[in-house]
């Protein structure tokens, strides 16, 4: 799995650790004891900053850009020129296909016609 799919399963976990915590703050408000059936508050916010933790650990493992922002944009440049040449070699092949298959069409009802010719 690659680190941007890891960074946004950890933000997921974040994301539903903190709900589960607000959710029992908001259902435990009143200073009464918690009920064993649920987490103890301790449990949740040690569940947090360990996501947390696992998420700062991966944004450092993030590798970091050479040559800083002028570099990263001639990495795009360059990245756009070649989307550019691949999306017109796509094209060309689209239009042989479409062209391919108007033929294919055209030879079809010819067959077509010829067999209703021989009834």
Do not use: W
Request: net charge negative; with cysteine.
């Amino acid at each position: 799995m690659d680190i941007i799919s890891q960074l946004q399963e950890q933000v997921n976990s974040i994301a539903a650790i903190t709900f589960n915590v607000f959710g029992t703050l908001q259902r435990d408000a009143p200073p009464v004891q918690l009920s064993p059936n649920y987490p103890e508050p301790k449990q949740l916010s040690a569940a947090l900053v360990k996501a947390a933790k696992q998420f700062d650990a991966l944004v450092a493992a993030l590798p970091l850009s050479d040559g800083g922002e002028e570099a990263q944009l001639k990495i795009i440049a360059q990245l756009q020129m070649e989307n550019h040449v691949i999306g017109q070699e796509l094209h060309k092949q689209l239009e042989a296909a479409e062209k391919e298959l108007k033929q294919v069409q055209e030879l079809f009802g010819q067959a077509a016609d010829n067999c209703l010719n021989l009834k």
